[in-house]
């Protein structure tokens, strides 16, 4: 059984950063696809960022390029998603994600998921 558990939510100020942190656990040695995805309410979950281990990447969304930067530790174990100059337009549940192989930000072609942790950002 696969797990993905993300940590490090939480609020922020407007200009402020916060790094999200999940952790990987299970039968994980065949997923070569790890990202992170984020929703609001009444919106479709949205790719951030991803890594295709050893082929390419990393991939970013076109709204956070620039600011955010993903990255991996513990041999693979924790992905991790520091977030600079956040906007109240970032606010919203992030997800971590994994897959077998990169396919694209479509959420459907993903997996397995997190429960997500919330990021607030104040104006």
């Known amino acids: 059984q696969v797990q993905l558990v993300e940590s490090g939510g939480g609020s922020v100020p407007a200009g402020g950063s916060l790094r999200l942190s999940c952790a990987l656990s299970?039968?994980?040695?065949?997923?070569?696809?790890v990202g992170w995805f984020r929703q609001t309410p009444g919106k479709e979950r949205e790719g951030v960022a991803a890594?295709?281990?050893?082929?390419?990447?990393?991939f970013y969304g076109d709204s956070v390029k620039g600011r955010f930067t993903i990255s991996e530790g513990n041999a693979g174990h924790t992905i991790f998603l520091e977030m600079n100059n956040l906007t109240p337009g970032d606010a919203a549940v992030y997800y971590c994600?994994?897959?077998?192989?990169?396919?694209?930000?479509?959420?459907?072609?993903?997996?397995?998921w997190g429960q997500g942790t919330q990021v607030t950002v104040s104006s």
């Open positions: 994600a994994a897959g077998f192989e990169w396919r694209g930000f479509a959420p459907k072609l993903w997996d397995y």
């Open positions: 299970g039968y994980t040695r065949s997923l070569n696809a």
């Open positions: 890594i295709w281990r050893g082929r390419g990447g990393p």
